[in-house]
């Protein structure tokens, strides 16, 4: 059961992390035709080609319904598959696989799969200030009804730093807690991030020092374990077997996938430290008929550096509890033994909202396509891709294999 | 008296567990199906999706399943309660319950230790939230304190409230109006004196004889903008005095009506109340709902809502 193997990735593009005061205003259906010609062109196809659409729902701009036939008549295709993504940061994860399993099925050829993630620009007489008011309450509800508007923001329950705080104060109570072992993951990935030309902490190498001297903004999580929300976008191509035989690049072959969602508040998780990343990645490594050793690299969504230490635990990397000690061992750059996020992760090179979650599906097509220019892995075949929305809410992994 | 934290808005399916708290008691909803215990409130059992619960009162004794403090209030509302101990309680029927421990310190804080319920009357109305302290602990209600009690008080008798101090700022916004101002006179003359300033010299405002015919009133009324900045005239006692900010602007205003006229000759008269206290990187904005009446006339004939930084 699952995918054969017969859909890949075969473009990308992306958009350089910056910061949202200087980064350039756009219109996301602009932002959608601007990345869909960049990924086109990093596939060598052409726009006719396209025949599916996979689009993020939530905060697209020019539109909160129809999204999907807003942007197929701005770019001036027609689809035989279009569907919107709503998992936060698991959405591109979840893109590329609906797109594969739609190509496999036969519905399409070609799948751009997108999540613009620029500001667009203030209308004549907007107040910038409401997009301020809007984002308050962050992935949090505020409507009637809504349980955690009724039981989670009237005791100051909000956002995600506290809900990913407690999951590691947890962790830190069952398994023990080593704060050194944690900063590695930032100070290694910062590392990785020197090589990048487009990650936001280029030119900014860090020391576990600096990670344990930030500033604490909920216990034990120190403000350079915590991603820094940047402007971006980004568009990957998803294609069949024959269309990727007359791509440019080498083509990443999705051959394995897993999803899972589990709550919205991690409150109510049955255990808080077994994250859903663990069945999704069961899955996908089972679809694949590979296993965690034989992948290249590790490209593990990383909002937080709890993320990467549950992630790599429950997918299989390393037995239950053992994570810190297997990090310490381990270099974790991408000239290590364990070569992790080597774009820097999102922690070093930017989370554009839930485009960031692309930044690890590229970075394994960069890996594989050959095209980590400064520095790309020897051989990488296969790498695992997770992506992760809300607090531990929903996880997503993907294997991806060259061709 | 409002606390402008955000409040949780009982609905239909959850009001038995509000009102418990109220009373003092944590009920919660078990399914008569199945035996087992839902919480947050639903219509349905979340383990069999069987309609048949009952609220059923516990203890409210539980265990720490996880906490962390907040070194950064997660909304700018809670600045007054840092660092808060933000927790999530597992009660002993196996549900968990997201809330804050309070009266413990943060090195006797630990994953596991036993907690009771706190009944914590947030409002003068019995508002109640569920928090949870340490079972060494002494009491399950904590009684509501007017956050402007203990306050010093100036020579006009205003309670002196510091622009740092959110919990009182909050307790502002109360919805009571101050009592009546000064009255004053605007008439003929005023009225003129402004239609000269402002240059809007129109009838309606300056021809008494024509008035008598033409207009609606048949009266000369005064310009909406004449009694609206009169209100620098009116001496509102306004019953507390922020300090300690650097600056105070007069940001604007939110609203502002004419409802009913000001016939030249009028009496008028104002109060005020604080509609809003919110606090943002820009400062502390309050929002002085101000109105101006003709005497004896119950309809208002401006509402402005004034908007002063503090910073």
Not at chain 1, 21 to 36: G, I, K, R, S, Y
Not at chain 2, 74 to 85: S, V
């Amino acid at each position: 059961m699952g995918l054969a193997g017969n859909a890949a990735i075969v473009g990308a593009a992306q958009y350089k992390p910056e910061k949202y005061q200087t980064a350039p205003q756009m219109f996301h259906l602009e932002q959608v035709a601007d990345l869909a010609h960049q990924a086109l062109q990093d596939a060598g196809l052409h726009k006719d080609d396209l025949d599916g659409l996979v689009i993020n729902g939530p905060q697209f701009h020019e539109a909160s319904v129809f999204v999907p036939a807003m942007a197929a008549e701005y770019l001036g295709i027609e689809v035989n598959f279009a569907e919107v993504v709503d998992l936060g940061g698991c959405t591109a994860v979840a893109q590329i696989w609906r797109a594969a399993a739609a190509i496999e099925m036969g519905l399409c050829q070609a799948v751009l799969c997108v999540i613009p993630a620029r500001m667009a620009p203030l209308a004549p007489n907007e107040d910038p200030a409401w997009m301020a008011q809007a984002m308050r309450y962050g992935g949090h509800s505020t409507a009637y009804g809504a349980p955690e508007a009724e039981f989670d923001l009237p005791y100051g329950h909000m956002g995600q730093n506290t809900g990913y705080a407690m999951i590691a104060q947890r962790y830190a109570a069952q398994y023990g807690y080593d704060k050194s072992a944690m900063a590695k993951i930032a100070v290694d990935q910062r590392f990785n991030a020197q090589y990048h030309k487009d990650a936001i902490f280029r030119g900014k190498e860090l020391s576990i020092e600096d990670v344990l001297g930030s500033k604490l903004v909920a216990d034990p999580l120190h403000v350079l374990e915590i991603v820094m929300p940047v402007a971006g976008g980004a568009a990957v191509i998803v294609a069949s077997k024959e269309v990727a035989a007359r791509a440019k690049k080498r083509p990443a072959f999705v051959t394995g996938f897993g999803e899972r969602l589990s709550f919205k508040s991690p409150s109510y998780a049955n255990d808080m430290t077994v994250t859903p990343v663990a069945e999704a990645a069961k899955r996908a490594f089972g679809m694949a008929g590979l296993s965690p050793k034989d992948m290249h690299a590790a490209q593990i969504y990383d909002c937080y550096t709890i993320t990467v230490l549950l992630s790599l635990e429950d997918a299989g990397f390393v037995p239950k509890g053992e994570g810190q000690r297997f990090i310490k061992e381990h270099n974790l750059t991408w000239k290590g033994d364990f070569p992790l996020n080597t774009h820097g992760g999102q922690l070093s090179f930017g989370q554009a909202a839930s485009a960031g979650g692309f930044s690890q599906v590229i970075e394994a097509f960069d890996q594989i396509s050959n095209s980590a220019q400064g520095r790309q892995l020897k051989g990488c075949d296969n790498v695992f891709v997770s992506g992760t929305g809300g607090v531990m809410s929903e996880q997503g992994a993907l294997i991806l294999q060259g061709g | 008296m409002a606390t402008l934290k955000p409040m949780p808005q009982a609905t239909k399916i959850s009001a038995p567990f509000w009102q418990a708290l109220k009373e003092n008691q944590v009920k919660i909803q078990q399914c008569n199906s199945c035996d087992g215990w839902v919480f947050f409130p639903r219509n349905h059992c979340s383990h069999c999706l069987s309609h048949d619960l009952d609220w059923k009162e516990v203890s409210g004794e539980g265990t720490l399943y996880s906490y962390t403090l907040t070194r950064i209030p997660t909304m700018p509302e809670f600045a007054d309660e840092m660092p808060q101990a933000l927790a999530v309680v597992e009660l002993a029927q196996g549900v968990r319950v997201n809330t804050t421990l309070i009266d413990v310190a943060e090195e006797d804080i630990k994953v596991g230790m036993p907690v009771k319920a706190v009944f914590d009357k947030v409002s003068k109305d019995g508002e109640t939230l569920l928090r949870f302290t340490s079972v060494s602990n002494d009491g399950g209600v904590r009684e509501f304190k007017d956050p402007l009690e203990g306050l010093e008080r100036n020579d006009k008798g205003q309670v002196q409230v510091p622009v740092s101090n959110l919990a009182a700022l909050y307790a502002l916004a109360d919805n009571e109006f101050t009592p009546w101002s000064n009255s004053i006179v605007v008439d003929q003359a005023l009225i003129n004196a402004f239609a000269e300033l402002s240059g809007d010299d129109y009838w309606i405002h300056t021809d008494p004889e024509r008035a008598k015919t033409d207009s609606p009133f048949k009266t000369t009324i005064a310009h909406g903008s004449l009694v609206q900045v009169l209100q620098s005239k009116l001496t509102i006692a306004l019953p507390f005095e922020i300090t300690g900010f650097q600056t105070m602007v007069n940001y604007g205003s939110n609203r502002l009506r004419f409802p009913a006229p000001v016939p030249a000759g009028s009496v008028i008269k104002g109060r005020s109340k604080v509609q809003d206290v919110s606090v943002s990187h820009k400062g502390v904005q309050v929002t002085l709902e101000m109105h101006i009446h003709v005497e004896g006339n119950d309809r208002p004939s401006v509402i402005n809502d004034l908007v002063i930084l503090y910073r």
